[in-house]
């Protein structure tokens, strides 16, 4: 009994030292060298540790741009309130949720074994952030769920989803890549669809964005990183320059935060460090997941052979770079309209992150240009705004308020959002 306890507790309840384990069998099964064993297993643990360090930094900036934001609209202040945050979350539910991502992967294998929707997902870290995202929510609905049954619950419903989520945005994916050798895996899928129903309905296919010339200038919009850095640079810019004008005793506050430094530099320095966190944070992902999907794959190749790939979204931009830069554009436009009117009618500050904008909106942009040219690529990148910025309210707020709010504002996705409420749902149902 006590070997039992002493491997539910340090293997079984240790996230990190879980997913090293799952890494290590996989590199085992597929008869790796030593050397690709053990480098893969210290990386897939290293790669998760690091996740946490950058969710901190990430958590730390926040608490500066809400407060500053909602002065800047003249709400109450008031903090996000008392939640478990990513790695508290990861302490107490992360080896549930990387047990689901297994179990989830085998049952996605499963059904494109022995179904016709041949499609293994593959895209890693999305799963990775699913998972999480949606544990949040039933954790938040439910309480302290037993570890198998959130395991279960979650399991079924990923596996679901990343089997059916390629086979619906395939369609398009055919038009747009001309061939059916790869599919779309990434939670991007629901503005994809949008973007290209209504670039249908509102756009001009003739007009396509690939005879347009993008000046050489904007190239820059290609970085994640740089356009985090440049788009929330400029919030924190604006709302320090409101808040240092201001002069009430809420603003007086906040300038007090910076100290000896001045005001509008601390709050650029914030900005970075965001950028700075977030990057932090998906070379962890970049890490753990270069590992983990490897070892997926090979599993999955030697069961369901032929089966379509259903890969990352930038696996479309080649396709139509134009429509990405137009998609993003749309997005990033949406995304300003919708901070002041979110502010401004339901007292929510929304946090546009420009990693979900711009691999969204850009996603949504390929697509929208595929049925509505030049239109239909700003249309995408405008819905993609929409979704993102009403979700992260309703996820925010309502949803994973308890659990891991502070992810939901950067790494919850479009998908995410529209699923998030079913799940709630769904818990409700049977917790």
Same mark, same amino acid.
């Given at each position: 009994m006590e070997v039992i306890f002493w491997i539910a507790t340090n293997i079984f309840g240790t996230p990190a030292i879980l997913l090293g384990f799952i890494v290590l069998l996989g590199l085992l099964l597929q008869k790796k060298t030593t050397s690709q064993i053990i480098s893969g297993t210290f990386k897939a643990v290293i790669g998760f540790l690091i996740i946490g360090a950058g969710s901190g930094v990430i958590v730390n900036a926040l608490n500066v741009f809400e407060p500053m934001w909602k002065e800047v609209f003249g709400l109450q202040a008031e903090s996000l309130g008392q939640f478990l945050g990513q790695e508290g979350f990861n302490a107490r539910f992360g080896s549930a949720v990387t047990l689901a991502m297994l179990v989830g992967f085998l049952i996605n294998v499963l059904l494109a074994r022995f179904t016709k929707f041949k499609y293994i997902y593959l895209t890693g870290h999305m799963m990775f952030w699913t998972a999480s995202i949606f544990a949040g929510i039933v954790v938040h !609905?439910? *309480?302290? &769920?037993?570890? /198998?049954?959130? +395991?279960? $619950?979650?399991?079924?419903?990923? @596996?679901? =989803? /990343?089997?059916?989520?390629?086979?619906?945005?395939?369609?398009f994916m055919r038009k747009i890549t001309g061939n059916d050798n790869i599919a779309l895996g990434h939670t991007s899928a629901s503005v994809a669809l949008l973007g290209a129903l209504f670039g249908k309905l509102f756009g001009n296919k003739n007009n396509d964005s690939e005879k347009i010339k993008v000046p050489k200038g904007l190239e820059f919009l290609r970085d994640s990183n740089v356009i985090t850095a440049l788009s929330m640079g400029v919030l $924190?810019?604006? *709302?320090? &320059? +409101?808040?240092? !004008?201001?002069? !009430?005793? *809420?603003?007086?506050?906040?300038?007090?935060?910076? @100290?000896?430094?001045? $005001?509008?530099? =601390?709050?650029?320095?914030q900005s970075l460090t965001f950028a700075g966190g977030i990057a932090i944070v998906l070379m962890g992902v970049r890490m753990f997941i270069g590992e983990l999907v490897p070892a997926f794959n090979g599993i999955a190749t030697k069961i369901v052979p032929g089966a379509k790939p259903a890969l990352d979204a930038p696996v479309t931009f080649p396709y139509a770079p134009n429509a990405v830069i137009l998609g993003f554009i749309g997005a990033f436009v949406g995304a300003l309209i919708w901070l002041v009117v979110l502010g401004s009618t339901v007292a929510y500050i929304f946090v546009p992150t420009m990693i979900v904008l711009f691999f969204h909106g850009a996603t949504a942009g390929v697509f929208g240009n595929a049925t509505g040219g030049v239109r239909g690529a700003l249309l995408g990148g405008f819905f993609t705004a929409t979704i993102v910025a009403w979700g992260q309210f309703i996820m925010v707020r309502f949803l994973i308020s308890s659990t891991i709010p502070d992810t939901a504002m950067w790494a919850a996705d479009s998908d995410m959002f529209v699923i998030g409420p079913i799940i709630r749902f769904l818990a409700q149902l049977l917790f």
């Open positions: !609905t439910s *309480g302290d &769920v037993a570890q /198998w049954k959130l +395991v279960l $619950f979650l399991a079924v419903i990923l @596996g679901l =989803y /990343w089997t059916l989520q390629p086979a619906v945005t395939q369609p $924190f810019l604006v *709302g320090a &320059v +409101v808040i240092v !004008t201001k002069g !009430t005793p *809420g603003a007086q506050e906040l300038v007090a935060q910076a @100290g000896e430094q001045n $005001f509008i530099m =601390y709050s650029i320095i």
